[in-house]
């Protein structure tokens, strides 16, 4: 059985508030504010994976990532924690690529991958939250899709996958070929590579395609296109501070509570 996990790298999730910046003619985060990392979620799926093909039930598994030319970083992690090969899409020229036109992208180079039996990917990117890819791409190829996946198994021809539901939690049993979308589990924490591997990752070849090379002309990728942003920016956030002065106690209150009135935070039937 062979897998693809769809990878993005992302700004990095922890960097401060204080140093976010917005290119609003670009509409989108500012180049070079924080180092690009992969998404949690896609962190997840990926270890998903690797358990998989521990365990025997997959045995070749390939990174997929779409994205501007200088994003191999996360391939580069993936060959390091032994995936057997990186195939990169190369989006430069696309025009900020919405969800529908990402799931184009990653369909068409999974069509030229070849057979693939499972695709996994994270339940939602890390930085617009939009929680459609994974969906779209089995829409797009026809195929059974699991959402919020956290564990999974061989059932015989079958893949008996655990599931977070209302509620609780469901077991499902899905006949590949089929789709997983992914979500956080204390036992989907990425592993660590090796110094070795991590130095061999350097050295092992990317598999690299251009919109061109996968058949996709502009045309058809502005029809796939759904979302139009107008706008991005970053709320300003006005704080004020005033010190209530009172001889005792109870004149603080009174003043505290006359001035919550005032500003319009406190009725006086409440």
């Known amino acids: 059985m062979r897998a693809v996990v769809l990878l993005k790298e992302i700004l990095d999730w922890e960097l401060p508030a204080s140093k976010f910046r917005v290119d609003e003619t670009a509409k989108q985060a500012a180049d070079g504010i924080a180092p690009m990392l992969l998404g949690p979620f896609e962190q997840h799926s990926l270890e998903l994976a690797l358990q998989l093909k521990d365990a025997g039930v997959v045995e070749n598994v390939t990174a997929l990532l779409a994205g501007p030319a200088g994003s191999v970083n996360g391939l580069r992690k993936a060959l390091a924690l032994r995936c057997d090969e990186?195939?990169?899409?190369?989006?430069?020229?696309?025009?900020?690529?919405?969800?529908?036109?990402?799931?184009e992208l990653?369909?068409?180079?999974?069509?030229?991958?070849?057979?693939?039996?499972?695709?996994?990917?994270?339940?939602?990117?890390?930085?617009?939250?939009?929680?459609?890819?994974?969906?779209?791409?089995?829409?797009?190829?026809?195929?059974?899709?699991?959402?919020?996946?956290?564990?999974?198994?061989?059932?015989?021809?079958?893949?008996?996958?655990?599931?977070?539901?209302?509620?609780?939690?469901?077991?499902?049993?899905v006949r590949p070929p089929a789709v997983l979308t992914v979500t956080s589990d204390a036992g989907l924490q990425l592993r660590m590579g090796s110094v070795m591997d991590r130095m061999a990752a350097n050295?092992?070849?990317?598999?690299?395609?251009?919109?061109?090379?996968?058949?996709?002309?502009?045309?058809?990728?502005?029809?796939?296109?759904?979302?139009?942003?107008?706008?991005?920016?970053?709320?300003?956030?006005?704080?004020?501070?005033?010190?209530?002065?009172?001889d005792d106690p109870a004149e603080a209150v009174r003043t505290v509570l006359a001035r919550l009135e005032e500003l319009k935070l406190l009725s006086r039937s409440a």
């Open 86 to 103: 990186a195939v990169h899409v190369v989006t430069d020229g696309v025009d900020g690529a919405d969800p529908s036109q990402t799931a």
């Open 106 to 173: 990653l369909v068409a180079a999974l069509k030229r991958l070849g057979p693939v039996d499972l695709v996994l990917a994270g339940r939602q990117a890390g930085d617009w939250d939009h929680g459609q890819v994974g969906y779209l791409v089995a829409e797009r190829l026809g195929r059974p899709c699991v959402g919020l996946v956290f564990r999974a198994e061989r059932d015989g021809d079958r893949l008996r996958v655990w599931r977070v539901a209302p509620g609780g939690v469901e077991q499902l049993a």
């Open 203 to 246: 050295k092992k070849p990317i598999t690299t395609w251009t919109v061109d090379e996968l058949g996709l002309a502009p045309e058809r990728l502005a029809a796939a296109r759904r979302l139009e942003l107008e706008r991005v920016w970053v709320p300003e956030v006005e704080r004020r501070c005033e010190v209530i002065d009172g």
